[in-house]
């Protein structure tokens, strides 16, 4: 458990501490004191244990979705089809170092960005003595950390090594960018449907590096 999850767990309790003392000043019986203690435990662990693991949840959902055929994110051989969100967007969960996200399919990013949270989530370090990079977007210029990732996965495509950066600015998104879209064999919009294939191994250093090749894990 992180510290932020701590602190927020710990005013969870104080705002049951708080609700029991109305309670208790009001002369309510004890034992509907201590049942309504119990529900409200049970409300407050339901609730973190939803935020703690909101991103595992939805990649549950997603692959239950996708048996039945009502997923946003399907897997047909070594092909994946992603459709269109209301937003006009293309949403892919996608897997970082084993973690699960939700990214924001850019193909006018030139390098996959992720957020601060993802990235330590992911047990991805940035270099505190190394420089910024400055890096241009719809709201402007910003400055932001180069890292490596070392594997990236949607359904059964996999790349290692992927450059990117990571940044605060970025708030709770994470963009997929060009430099994983041009490791694959193709990628194309069919009817609101982006198809994504993988590349073909060429040898033992064809997934490495920026040049390697996306390819089903």
Not at 93 to 102: C, E, F, L, S, T
Request: proline share 3%; no cysteine.
């Amino acid at each position: 458990m992180n510290d932020d999850h701590a602190l927020n767990l710990a005013y969870l309790l104080i705002f049951l501490v708080m609700v029991l003392s109305a309670l208790s000043v009001r002369r309510i019986p004890l034992g509907f004191m201590v049942r309504s203690a119990a529900a409200w435990l049970v409300i407050i662990a339901i609730v973190y244990l939803g935020v703690t693991y909101r991103y595992d949840l939805s990649d549950g959902f997603t692959q239950i979705a996708g048996k039945l055929g009502l997923a946003e994110q399907s897997v047909q051989g070594d092909t994946v089809r992603i459709r269109m969100a209301s937003d006009g967007h293309f949403w892919a969960h996608v897997r970082i170092n084993g973690v699960a996200r939700r990214m924001l399919i850019d193909s006018g990013a030139t390098t996959t960005a992720l957020s601060q949270e993802t990235a330590t989530a992911a047990g991805i370090v940035t270099n505190s003595g190394e420089l910024p990079v400055l890096v241009e977007t719809a709201n402007g210029t910003i400055s932001a950390k180069r890292v490596r990732i070392a594997r990236v996965a949607i359904g059964p495509l996999a790349a290692n090594d992927l450059g990117a950066i990571v940044s605060p600015v970025f708030g709770d998104v994470d963009v997929l960018g060009m430099n994983f879209l041009s490791r694959l064999k193709s990628w194309r919009v069919e009817q609101d449907t982006l198809v994504l294939e993988p590349g073909r191994a060429t040898g033992p250093t064809a997934n490495a590096g920026s040049g390697g090749t996306v390819r089903k894990a």
